[in-house]
């Protein structure tokens, strides 16, 4: 099967993003997840800084375990990777096929944290999740 290069980009940016929640879920035990979003994402959204202060809710960043600092690094990776091929594949492709793509990390995290956290589904909810693949298989391969 030949598949087209903005659908291989969209499917990795998929495969990132469903890391991206499946890290920072593992990341944020424990933690604030306003601090956690702050440390993920400091270089580029600085002002968040300035809310988690407002709200009463910061704390040292240096004496977050070394796990939380490993699991939101790679939370931060794995969107940064997202984001990357994201474009790459908008760039290469047509959006309208590129994004429903891109969607398939709701199914991907679904399996993740079936697998990865141990999450189980109910009969209602993997159907919903099938169709949403199915929904991304009717949308990206449109004529």
Sequence with gaps: MNLPVWFVWALLSAVFAAGTAIF???????????????????????????????????????????????????????????????????????????????KLSLVLVALFAFVFLGERPNLREWSGIACVALGVVILAFKK
Excluded at 62 to 71: E, R, Y
Excluded at 79 to 90: D, E, H, I, K, P
């Design 24 to 102: 920072a879920k593992i990341g944020i035990r424990g933690v604030d997840s306003d601090l956690a979003t702050l440390v993920r994402t400091f270089i580029i959204f600085f002002v968040l800084a300035a809310y988690v202060a407002a709200m009463g809710k910061w704390s040292n960043p240096l004496h977050l375990p070394g796990k939380t600092w490993l699991f939101l690094s790679l939370s931060a990776l794995a969107t940064g990777a997202s984001w990357v091929c994201y474009f790459r594949a908008l760039q290469i492709g047509e959006a309208s096929k590129v994004a429903p793509v891109d």
